[in-house]
């Protein structure tokens, strides 16, 4: 697992993962909700758990995002 972080205002919440190689298939969790590859995320108020799994045939890097969204 690979571990990232990143803050965001409601201005600033979209969500993009893009596979290098073509066949690969990216699935988005933030949370437990589905988020649509290149769609805009909604996030509470603190610290959001994205979670990125990239499957190319049986191989598998799963990628976590902690956005912690700061108050106006």
Do not use: C, F, R
């Amino acid at each position: 697992m690979t571990e990232y972080t990143a803050t965001t205002t409601n201005a600033t919440n979209t969500v993009t993962a893009t596979p290098e190689d073509e066949g690969a298939e990216v699935s988005i969790l933030n949370g437990e909700t589905p988020v649509t590859n290149g769609a805009a995320a909604t996030w509470q108020e603190g610290a959001n758990t994205v979670t990125i799994t990239v499957t190319n045939g049986e191989a598998e890097q799963v990628y976590t995002v902690t956005v912690t969204k700061q108050t106006a």
